[in-house]
């Protein structure tokens, strides 16, 4: 098999899944696109002669194999059928990389504060490493994180969100930007724990999963600073008024609201950091270069997205087309764009009632 220009070797498998001797998930390719430039982009920004590159659950190999080409890899994974994979692919790739058969946890905590580049890529949450990836941080690192317990903090489970991550998630039209903040969150206090701030640099939710990339700092004081972005969301499921502060009746139609959190209420996205990541993109990589578009163009709107459908249907109206209400919000002097959450979703600071009243305007 083969993915840009990288050959690995794995069994062939219609599914696979977590009893696969040798994981290796076409599907995620978008996921190492973005990671790789993202990782390219902060070792530009960094002044590392030779970064230290970890790819902690390395399964297949592939993901440490692209980033090969930013420095030292270390390969790492506790089954033993995943090392004899690695080992012939780095061969098969001419690649030079050292290669752990550990558990995951035991190979990070043996590299404290020594990594630059760590990537965490497992089944299901990220929450049994955020430990041992704090302590491998060095002072100043980029790591990223894949979650596949969406479920959890997008509100089906939510008592599994609430032992898990501490926080009480929503279900409804915008969950899944609820769960991603709800990582995001967890990933914060656990490097704050260490004097470390994590930054987040670009954090997205696609099909099945969701990412958290950011730059960690030691910094006691950067760290304090940002404790302000932990707060709370607030939703009103009659008029679908959303705010990233906690409220308790709705200030558009007096319903109560419903609250969801802890979470992160900062940016989700550096959009100086995506337009850089913008420029790294090969423009063959299609999928993954109109992904970060969409995350680019909404990075500076904290506001919570909507969702045009449900919008309409709240309003009892016919669906009008986004690309006029956008651009009708966008005359109104109000920040607007389409969102990587959806489809049919659009990201605005907008009061709800001017956004309603262009939608009135449009159908």
């Excluded at 995951?104 to 990220?126: E, K």
Aim: glycine share 4%; net charge negative.
């Amino acid at each position: 098999m083969e993915e840009r220009g990288y050959e690995i070797s794995v069994p062939e498998e219609d599914e696979p899944d977590k009893s696969s001797s040798v994981f290796y998930n076409e599907d995620m390719k978008t996921n190492r696109d973005l990671s790789i430039i993202a990782a390219r982009v902060f070792l530009e920004e960094v002044d590392i002669e030779e970064p230290r590159i970890c790819d902690a659950l390395a399964a297949s190999g592939i993901r440490g194999f692209r980033y090969s080409e930013l420095g030292n890899v270390y390969l790492n994974d506790t089954n033993p059928e995943a090392i004899e994979s690695i080992e012939k692919g780095l061969e098969v790739n001419g690649i030079k990389a050292e290669v752990y058969n550990e558990d995951a946890n035991v190979f990070l905590s043996q590299h404290r504060n020594y990594l630059h580049i760590i990537d965490i890529d497992p089944f299901g949450p990220f929450t049994s490493f955020l430990d041992s990836t704090a302590r491998a941080a060095s002072h100043s690192s980029f790591v990223g994180l894949t979650a596949t317990d969406n479920a959890a903090p997008a509100g089906t489970y939510s008592k599994v969100c609430r032992r898990r991550y501490a926080s009480m998630p929503l279900k409804n039209s915008f969950m899944h930007e609820t769960g991603l903040r709800i990582y995001i969150k967890a990933v914060f206090e656990n490097f704050a724990r260490f004097d470390k701030e994590f930054d987040p640099k670009v954090c997205w939710h696609e099909q099945h999963y969701s990412r958290v990339m950011g730059r960690v700092t030691e910094s006691k004081q950067r760290t304090n600073n940002a404790l302000d972005k932990i707060g709370y969301l607030s939703f009103c499921p009659k008029c679908r008024w959303r705010k990233l502060e906690r409220a308790g009746n709705c200030p558009e139609c007096d319903s109560e609201t419903r609250v969801a959190g802890p979470l992160w209420t900062g940016k989700i996205a550096d959009q100086r950091f995506t337009s850089r990541m913008l420029e790294e993109m090969p423009e063959d990589w299609e999928d993954s270069l109109e992904l970060l578009e969409h995350i680019d163009s909404e990075a500076e709107i904290v506001t919570p997205f909507y969702d045009l459908h449900e919008l309409a249907s709240v309003m009892d109206i016919e669906v009008p087309k986004r690309d006029l209400v956008i651009e009708a919000i966008d005359g109104k002097g109000y920040p607007v764009s389409r969102t990587h959450f959806s489809p049919t979703g659009f990201r605005t600071d907008a009061p709800i009632e001017d956004v309603k009243e262009i939608i009135r305007k449009h159908t």
